[in-house]
């Protein structure tokens, strides 16, 4: 059954890989399409979704702490692997948002059909505190010392980002009880309808199998932590802080899919591995055809 509920979803990633691969309906589309979506639609959405969102109940408090919690432990974890096996920042920044980042899109997409509304409620949380975690978290593995070297290119990277800049607005109107007034509601829902089937197509456009011919090794262990141990950690941690069955499927959600596609973007503006990065993202969106029904049957109760 979860199969039948969740093949739509990749269906979607098949089809943009082949849309784009015939250049249909041309090649410079999909860097459009992607940039709207990152900059348009899917604030959009994160906006609609936090605006009438109960942001002073304890309950969905206690559910962001989780959620911190289980990208700072896994962090923490490949850091003191660093210091047994030392990678330099070119290479460690890569792994590491190899599996503390997530992907927004397949995220949203499958939180939406297996959890519905409240589902989705909690992943705009999650995303108004996890996004500019780990973009905090990643500039610095990119960067070596990071904010002790350039503290100001830190800040304006993090408030450049569309998406945390969408949560902090959405926030703002919900502790603010301003909601959103004369139909812009509407108009924002209309936006964010658009973004998760145009998001999973640009996730298929994206991916490059090429990259897939080097560093298998790493590519392993790290498609391993991310799909595998995360799901583990974030159900661990769902369970310790006493979340309910929609939080904890949600936190499991969050962290079995591969990462982020834009992590690739990231890594090259800092100088970082960018081959390493593409074959981090492509290998994860392809094993996880497989590992996300079985980790959601095992760790989300779904």
Do not use: K
Request: hydrophobic share 55%; net charge positive.
């Amino acid at each position: 059954m979860l199969l039948i509920t969740i093949w739509p979803i990749f269906a979607l990633i098949c089809l943009g890989f082949v849309l784009s691969r015939r250049d249909f309906p041309s090649g410079p589309f999909w860097p459009a399409a992607e940039r709207l979506n990152y900059f348009v639609l899917f604030p959009a959405l994160l906006v609609s979704s936090l605006a009438d969102a109960p942001v002073r109940d304890p309950d969905l408090l206690r559910f962001g702490g989780a959620a911190a919690v289980t990208i700072l432990l896994a962090a923490m974890l490949l850091t003191f692997a660093r210091l047994v096996r030392p990678v330099t920042p070119a290479r460690f920044g890569p792994m590491l948002q190899g599996v503390v980042r997530f992907n927004t899109y397949l995220s949203l997409a499958l939180i939406a059909i297996l959890t519905g509304d409240a589902g989705v409620e909690r992943a705009a949380v999650y995303l108004a505190i996890c996004v500019p975690l780990v973009n905090v978290l990643s500039i610095l593995a990119l960067s070596g010392s990071g904010a002790s070297r350039s503290p100001m290119r830190l800040v304006r990277t993090v408030l450049a980002n569309p998406l945390i800049l969408a949560c902090l607005a959405g926030f703002a109107l919900a502790l603010g009880g301003i909601g959103l007034p004369l139909g812009s509601g509407d108009l924002l829902r209309l936006l964010g309808q658009a973004s998760l089937p145009l998001g999973l197509l640009c996730v298929g456009a994206a991916l490059n199998p090429a990259a897939l011919r080097q560093d298998m090794a790493p590519l392993s262990l790290v498609g391993g932590a991310r799909l595998l141990a995360m799901p583990a950690l974030a159900a661990a941690t769902g369970h310790t802080f006493g979340l309910s069955g929609i939080e904890i499927a949600v936190l499991v959600i969050f962290s079995a899919v591969p990462t982020a596609p834009t992590s690739y973007v990231l890594t090259r503006q800092m100088g970082g591995d960018g081959a390493l990065m593409a074959g981090i993202v492509t290998s994860q969106t392809l094993a996880a055809l497989a590992t996300i029904p079985l980790v959601l049957l095992l760790f989300a109760g779904l």
